[in-house]
T-cell receptor, first 118, second 116 residues
């Protein structure tokens, strides 16, 4: 399967614990995005990378959230000291951006990681 | 905050009928994309329309874009029960030069139910 994969698919944690999610993008894609989706809402942008550089972070991404893409391939999203309000689906997407050429703007999403904070 | 606003919030139709969903947005865009999401699953990309395009087709899907009204519509023809899902429009905003910012801003979605 050459799609975007995310691990784990489900995570239940107690308030105050730290959690880390992983995303593996489509191999040839240089951009990787994180979104958060709560029930009944559309996804909200959190942050994105081009290769290993983090180009933008949303104001939604508090100091408790950190994302990395150390080698420009997979990415991790860590949430420290989880709160009940962090309960959501965390979605990862990837795309191919070609500088100087016609960019391919379609983003391909993974199945998501559903986080429940008790 | 959500930029796109979908209308209607929910749509219930019979198999074989057409389904039309509308999306409005607020800022200048480089492109607008439509996605489908089955319950509790990831999003599936359906179609992308660039700001200089007015209409695009893909199979049973037809998308229109009116940048003067900052609105788009998605038409699904001859709907099937398998089309039952949530549909989201997502805008890829642009700077003054028209360059994409890269991130997507989603609306709240339209829940489509197609009855067999």
């Amino acid at each position: 399967d050459t799609g975007v994969s995310q691990d784990p698919r489900h995570k239940i944690t107690k308030r105050g614990q730290n959690v880390t999610f992983r995303c593996d993008p489509i191999s040839e894609h240089n951009r990787l995005y994180w979104y958060r989706q709560t029930l009944g809402q559309g996804p909200e942008f959190l942050t994105y990378f081009q290769n290993e550089a983090q180009l933008e972070k949303s104001r939604l991404l508090s100091d408790r959230f950190s994302a990395e893409r150390p080698k420009g391939s997979f990415s991790t999203l860590e949430i420290q000291r989880t709160e009940q309000g962090d309960s959501a689906m965390y979605l990862c997407a990837s795309s191919l951006y070609l500088a100087g050429g016609l960019p391919l703007y379609e983003q391909y999403f993974g199945p998501g990681t559903r986080l429940t904070v008790t | 905050s959500q930029q796109g606003e979908e209308d209607p919030q929910a749509l219930s139709i019979q198999e074989g009928e057409n389904a039309t969903m509308n999306c409005s947005y607020k800022t200048s865009i480089n492109n607008l994309q439509w996605y489908r999401q089955n319950s509790g699953r990831g999003l599936v990309h359906l179609i992308l329309i660039r700001s200089n395009e007015r209409e695009k087709h893909s199979g049973r899907l037809r998308v229109t874009l009116d940048t003067s009204k900052k609105s788009s519509s998605l038409l699904i023809t001859a709907s099937r029960a398998a089309d039952t899902a949530s549909y989201f429009c997502a805008t890829d905003a642009s700077n003054a030069g028209g360059t994409s910012y890269g991130k997507l801003t989603f609306g709240q979605g339209t829940i489509l139910t197609v009855h067999p």
